[in-house]
T-cell receptor, first 114, second 113 residues
Framework: AQSVTQPDIHITVSEGASLELRCNYS??????LFWYVQSPGQGLQLLLK??????LVQGIKGFEAEFKRSQSSFNLRKPSVHWSDAAEYFC????????????FGGGTRVLVKP | KAGVTQTPRYLIKTRGQQVTLSCSPI?????VSWYQQTPGQGLQFLFE???????NKGNFPGRFSGRQFSNSRSEMNVSTLELGDSALYLC????????????FGPGTRLLVL
């Protein structure tokens, strides 16, 4: 069975500083990986996804993530955070050919200090 | 193109009642999935519908059910509500399912008293 771990429950970062959110997954086949962001009271917005190919993927809002198969990781990064980046971030792995089931990590809540 | 819409946005029910939530996918999308989000359990997959058939199911009791109509709109139903069913219920749609991006709606927040 697939699983996703986000080791950091909370992260506080200063505005303008860099951000890295960690994600480790467990999946028997080639994973389909996603990062979503959720603002309070809102649904989930897709930041970026990895299906195959280039292991460094670019997303919206200046985010990028790197797939490392050897480490079973898909960490999310942003060089310079903005106050509007304060939200909860979820990493997810897709079941791929088995259908559209996503398994999510527990989420990382990001607080941005002025 | 309009996004995924969910109705109602907020709902208050009492224990023992039943509830029906509705989801309209993005136009042209045929796969609809449902997720439950709670502070304790996080985001959990409920089920996926494609072409009016349930294609995948998560580990939820039979009180949770769903269906999909010929226009791809989907409903989920929870019978005999329990306090623990209080959650944000999210619907997501994609074109065909499988290795695709799912687009999420704003959710329905259900409070069971």
């Amino acid at each position: 069975a697939q699983s996703v771990t986000q080791p950091d429950i909370h992260i506080t970062v200063s505005e303008g500083a860099s951000l890295e959110l960690r994600c480790n997954y467990s999946y028997g086949a080639t994973p389909y990986l996603f990062w979503y962001v959720q603002s309070p009271g809102q649904g989930l917005q897709l930041l970026l996804k990895y299906f195959s190919g280039d292991t460094l993927v670019q997303g919206i809002k200046g985010f990028e993530a790197e797939f490392k198969r050897s480490q079973s990781s898909f960490n999310l990064r942003k060089p310079s955070v903005h106050w509007s980046d304060a939200a909860e971030y979820f990493c997810a792995v897709g079941a791929g050919a088995a259908g559209n089931k996503l398994t999510f990590g527990g989420g990382t809540r990001v607080l941005v200090k002025p | 193109k309009a996004g995924v819409t969910q109705t109602p946005r907020y709902l208050i029910k009492t224990r023992g009642q039943q509830v029906t939530l509705s989801c309209s996918p993005i136009s042209g999308h045929r796969s609809v999935s449902w997720y439950q989000q709670t502070p304790g359990q996080g985001l959990q997959f409920l089920f996926e519908y494609f072409s009016e058939t349930q294609r995948n199911k998560g580990n939820f009791p039979g009180r949770f059910s769903g269906r999909q109509f010929s226009n791809s709109r989907s409903e989920m139903n929870v019978s005999t509500l329990e306090l623990g069913d209080s959650a944000l219920y999210l619907c997501a749609s994609s074109l065909e399912g499988g290795a695709e991006t799912q687009y999420f709606g704003p959710g329905t927040r259900l409070l069971v008293l």
